[in-house]
């Protein structure tokens, strides 16, 4: 069959061989794919989730069982006080928008304890390029940062700031988005979590939880964290939900987001027939993020096999479901985006380039023949085109298919 996809044999007998070399990472796996689904099955039994919270409302929406039911199950699996989770949020940057002006204040200070935030926050915050006339910094709102230091936190730099207490806000970010670094584990985020505490009990610290939900067995609010946000088509919409994002934590700051969203508060918002995809997807998500995860250990191996730099290692403890490789070649980058696109189900017969896009400030070539449009946790590959012109590489809705996207981009480098 691998034949009929254009993959060699000889790639196909390397990958009999990854796949015996990477058995005890599949394992590790399992187990936390299982903890979570029963995670999930326990919050819906315990929130009586019920067949009249599969339907939907229009206009207002106001106080609907359906969309108040599922935000009840986030909290439960998210062990957060109060979440907000709709379609009205276009995304995981506008959640965190949302999340961020409804925090702020003119004047105000926000930390970032990750280094330079993903692409689309440094637009939303208003650094890198001239900042636009809605960005934070236009609302008078300082920003600040503290690198990582050797890929860990700068224990030491975070909490001498922090203890002088003039800071509102701080964020986090587990996930590498389009950098060099390595994404966070949960057992990172609760040590530097406790650590700020010693030395600052009040700032609001929020994570970018974005493509880590169910990589582990425990989530931010849980070891810590006031506020978290995601978006739905990655991780929890497991490719089911066509759009939005979430956002979960402190009750009052829920609130604040609630009415940063609408302009009123949480109690309005129509769920447009979404429930029963927001529901299925956070069914099916621990299994959307452990094949992802499978595919992107199959990737890594394969990739280390032929001499390819990839991050991180096939078997390095993951944090979030991104595979990087660092091509250092323009066209390398590319072909392997190309050939992701031609292992796909929609749009494989077509090419993608590099283009602009808003929010970005290089070119960012991206690979997604994906059911919903962009979804990011269907096999998918994106990078700005800059150097170390590296791939950003997750998704993999079920560990076949994502096993020929990989297999078909690795022949079109090989190929060259
Ligand atoms: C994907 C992502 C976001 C948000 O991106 P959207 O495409 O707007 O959903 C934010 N932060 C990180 C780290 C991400 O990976």
Redesign the pocket.
């Given at each position: 069959m691998y034949e009929k996809f254009g993959i060699s044999k000889k790639m196909e007998e390397l990958s009999k061989k990854v796949e015996m070399m990477v058995k005890p990472q599949f394992e590790k796996l399992e187990k936390i794919y299982e903890e979570n689904s029963l995670k999930v099955l326990k919050a819906m039994q315990d929130s009586r989730l019920s067949l009249m919270h599969l339907n939907t409302s229009t206009g207002y929406g106001i106080d609907e069982p359906g969309r108040d039911k599922i935000e009840e199950i986030y909290s439960r699996i998210f062990k957060a006080e109060d979440a907000l989770v709709r379609s009205q949020l276009?995304?995981?940057?506008?959640?965190?928008a949302i999340t961020l002006q409804a925090i702020l204040r003119p004047k105000d200070i926000m930390l970032s304890i990750t280094g330079l935030?993903?692409d689309?926050?440094q637009t939303i915050i208003g650094i890198g390029g001239t900042p636009g006339p809605s960005s934070l910094k236009a609302f008078d709102i300082k920003y600040e940062q503290i690198d990582l230091k050797n890929n860990k936190f700068d224990t030491e730099a975070i909490c001498k700031r922090l203890s002088k207490k003039d800071i509102k806000l701080v964020e986090i970010?587990?996930?590498?988005?389009y950098s060099t670094r390595r994404s966070l584990t949960i057992e990172e985020v609760e040590d530097i979590i406790k650590k700020i505490r010693e030395v600052n009990k009040d700032v609001i610290i929020m994570v970018?939880n974005?493509?880590c939900e169910f990589v582990d067995t425990k989530e931010p609010i849980e070891v810590g964290a006031d506020i978290a946000?995601g978006?739905l088509?990655?991780n929890l919409g497991a490719g089911i939900a066509t759009s939005g994002?979430y956002i979960v934590g402190r009750k009052d700051l829920i609130e604040l987001a609630g009415e940063r969203l609408t302009g009123i508060g949480k109690e309005i918002g129509p769920s447009l027939n979404q429930n029963t995809n927001y529901l299925k997807g956070l069914f099916l998500a621990p299994h959307a993020v452990y094949s992802s995860l499978k595919t992107m250990i199959f990737a890594s191996k394969m990739l280390e096999e032929l001499g390819y730099d990839t991050k991180p290692k096939y078997n390095e403890k993951r944090a979030?479901i991104?595979q990087s490789i660092v091509f250092k070649n323009k066209e390398k980058l590319i072909k392997f985006c190309q050939g992701i696109q031609a292992g796909s189900p929609i749009d494989s017969f077509v090419s993608p380039i590099p283009s602009n896009m808003s929010?970005y400030e290089d070119e960012v070539i991206m690979a997604a023949g994906t059911f919903v449009d962009?979804a990011?946790i269907e096999l998918s590959c994106d990078g700005p085109i800059r150097e170390p012109f590296i791939a950003y590489m997750q998704g993999g809705l079920t560990y076949p298919y994502g096993k020929i996207g990989v297999l078909k981009a690795i022949e079109l480098i090989e190929q060259g």
């Open positions: 276009i995304s995981g940057s506008h959640a965190l935030p993903y689309t926050l970010q587990r996930s590498i988005g970018d974005c493509y946000v978006s088509i990655k994002a979030d991104v929010g962009g990011t």
